[in-house]
């Protein structure tokens, strides 16, 4: 069986604008390497998706500027802050779309 592992800049390299990027929330599993990886790149326009809401991960790459979109039931840095930093700049000053999927 050939093996599925990649190095983390492969990984984002099957990532195109425009494409939807999906993850769970929370401080503990954020994929933040990823995160760090995709933020380094010059992709544009994505669709970043909270599974049961967000926190740093969604917020990371909102305050990126390389997502157009983000889908998601609650984000915030809970028990830290209310609200998440970058997301509220961005949907105030109407830098992003937020959509809820409650």
Avoid at 4 to 32: H, N, Q, W, Y
């Amino acid at each position: 069986m050939r093996t599925k592992l990649v190095e983390l800049s492969d990984a984002v390299r099957m990532i195109s604008d425009g494409d939807e990027v999906v993850m769970s929330s929370g401080f503990t599993d954020s994929p933040m390497a990823m995160l760090r990886e995709i933020a380094r790149s010059d992709l544009n326009d994505l669709k970043v998706v909270g599974v049961v809401g967000g926190s740093i991960n969604l917020d990371f790459l909102v305050g990126s500027g390389q997502a157009a979109v983000m889908d998601c039931c609650s984000i915030g840095f809970a028990p830290f802050r209310r609200e998440a930093p970058n997301f509220d700049r961005y949907l105030k000053e109407g830098r992003i779309y937020s959509m809820d999927n409650t």
